[in-house]
């Protein structure tokens, strides 16, 4: 049997995430999930790729705020009814429309990274689709995720992971929102659709990983060459042309409905 055994939910993109007992689902993932990013002035996307210390970053969710820690700093409190200025920025090649959380954030951020950035919310009235290369027929949604509504990595995987390393890693390296339990090492690869009470979860893309899995996510400093280097000898995909380590999910039916940890789920054949 297939369980959840995390949930996580990351609400400002390449921060730190938060593991939650139970998460409403949206037609783009989790909610708050990736809802608000770093940019810079021009509206460019900054992620941990480029800026580690970025993992450093605390987030919280009030009932009206999104609240951010980071050593050195007073917290910042960043109401969920502050809609501020309409701009556009750009994830990969995406063109989005969000709004400017406004200038107490860019200079908490600025003075946090010590360059020039600025915080954005996705607007909810855009719809960013996912690449439908992968999505079929269904059409599927994004915030600020690199491309997929959810990302899910079973414990056995990471468990098959760390029994080839010299140390072994924690879950949080690879960011997932779902950790899922009772599938094999890698189960999570033959995937179909996730299914739980209302929810459907389709599995569409493995997940390439990047510099960001040699972070160490507790200090923001980059920790050598692992995982990528012992990835790389059993996990390349010739067809991405990448290492690849978890599966990305997009949500096929249940928006409105909940996961909870400890829930069972069904793995059925994908269907339209």
């Not at 139970?22 to 608000?36: K, N, S, Y």
């Not at 909810?124 to 491309?147: I, K, Q, V």
Request: neutral net charge; proline residues 7%.
């Amino acid at each position: 049997m297939i369980t959840l055994a995390e949930l996580h939910v990351y609400p400002v993109k390449s921060c730190r995430g938060i593991a939650l007992d139970a998460a409403r689902i949206t037609e783009a993932g989790l909610e708050h999930d990736r809802e608000w990013m770093v940019v810079t002035p021009d509206g460019r996307f900054v992620t941990q790729r480029e800026r580690p210390r970025l993992a450093l970053i605390e987030t919280r969710l009030t009932a009206d705020a999104l609240v951010l820690a980071a050593p050195g700093l007073e917290p910042l409190v960043v109401p969920y009814e502050h809609d501020g200025a309409p701009t556009e920025v750009t994830v990969w090649r995406d063109r989005c429309r969000a709004h400017d959380q406004g200038e107490d954030a860019a200079r908490w951020l600025s003075t946090f990274a010590g360059c020039e950035l600025r915080l954005v919310r996705f607007d909810p009235s855009h719809r960013r689709p996912s690449d439908p290369a992968w999505t079929g027929r269904l059409e599927a949604f994004a915030r600020f995720s690199d491309g997929f509504a959810l990302l899910a990595i079973s414990r056995a995987s990471l468990a098959d992971l760390n029994a080839r390393l010299a140390a072994p890693l924690p879950m949080n390296r690879f960011r997932p929102n779902l950790v899922l339990d009772g599938l094999p090492p890698y189960g999570e690869d033959a995937l179909g659709d996730v299914v739980a009470g209302g929810v459907r979860l389709r599995r569409v893309k493995p997940c390439a990983r990047c510099i960001i899995t040699t972070t160490d996510q507790a200090s923001g400093n980059r920790d050598g060459e692992e995982p990528l280097r012992t990835l790389k000898t059993y996990r390349w995909d010739p067809a991405l042309r990448g290492i690849t380590f978890g599966q990305n999910l997009i949500v096929a039916a249940g928006a409105g409905s909940w996961l909870r940890v400890g829930m069972a789920l069904n793995d059925q054949a994908a269907s339209d």
